[in-house]
């Protein structure tokens, strides 16, 4: 067997390895499609939350922080930027997690 022959082998196997997962992963999709409309409610509801609570939360200690200490800087944008980020991952987080999760099913 000489190179390119091993080259397509292994295209063959790739191709086929792909189309058995999107395979499964269609006909698992087919079997929860009432579940996957409330799951990617929750999933966005649950994102958002993330974001809006720590986003809050920071604007909130930031304005505490301007009133019983003022100084030349505002701590609640800063503090406003900060939970933004921190419920951004987070919420990466659980994206990415949930998603690990559903490969792993297959």
Partial sequence: M??????KDDKDKNL?????????R?????????????FGLGMFGMVGWTIA???VVGVLIGIWIDRTWP???SWTL?????GLIIGCINAWYWVNKESRLD???Q
């Avoid at 086929?16 to 499964?24: I, R």
């Avoid at 087919?30 to 996957?36: A, M």
């Avoid at 800063?78 to 900060?82: A, G, N, V």
């Fill in 53 to 55: 609570i720590t986003t």
């Fill in 78 to 82: 800063t503090l406003l930027f900060i």
């Fill in 103 to 105: 490969d792993d099913d």
């Fill in 26 to 38: 269609r006909i698992k999709a087919r079997r929860t499609r009432d579940q996957s409309v409330w």
């Fill in 2 to 7: 000489n190179g390119s022959d091993k080259k």
């Fill in 16 to 24: 086929s390895g792909t189309v058995g997962k999107k395979a499964s």
């Fill in 71 to 73: 100084g030349p800087y």
